[in-house]
């Protein structure tokens, strides 16, 4: 009798252990899907962030030309002479 008791024992074990593994394949598939869906939208996400980088990168490009093309403009309009210079109204005595 203590025999069949300790299959019995042995084979309740086994099927338990067995449940609990399927259990577990279930959780970790689970899991693998969400994390998958998780990378997909990770992904999308980092693509349109590089778009938009892209983007940024020649906005700022061109407002640095633009830029020094306002400074070269400034630097024109001060270097330009200005005409004759005012004459002065004293009176120099001799």
């Given at each position: 009798?203590?025999?069949?008791?300790?299959?019995?024992?042995?084979?309740?074990?086994?099927?338990?252990s067995l449940s609990l593994t399927a259990?577990?394949?279930?959780?970790?598939?689970?899991?693998?899907?969400?994390?998958?869906?998780?990378?997909?939208?990770?992904?999308?996400?980092?693509?349109?962030?590089?778009?938009?980088?892209?983007?940024?990168?020649?906005?700022?490009?061109?407002?640095?030309k633009e830029n020094e093309a306002l400074?070269?403009?400034?630097?024109?309009?001060?270097?330009?002479?200005?005409?004759?210079?005012?004459?002065?109204?004293?009176?120099?005595?001799?």
């Amino acid at each position: 009798m203590a025999r069949k008791n300790t299959w019995a024992k042995l084979a309740v074990a086994v099927v338990l252990s067995l449940s609990l593994t399927a259990c577990k394949d279930a959780k970790t598939l689970q899991e693998n899907e969400q994390l998958k869906a998780h990378v997909a939208e990770l992904q999308k996400e980092n693509g349109q962030l590089g778009n938009e980088l892209e983007t940024m990168t020649a906005a700022r490009d061109a407002l640095t030309k633009e830029n020094e093309a306002l400074k070269a403009q400034m630097k024109a309009r001060k270097t330009k002479p200005s005409g004759k210079k005012a004459t002065s109204r004293t009176r120099h005595r001799k």
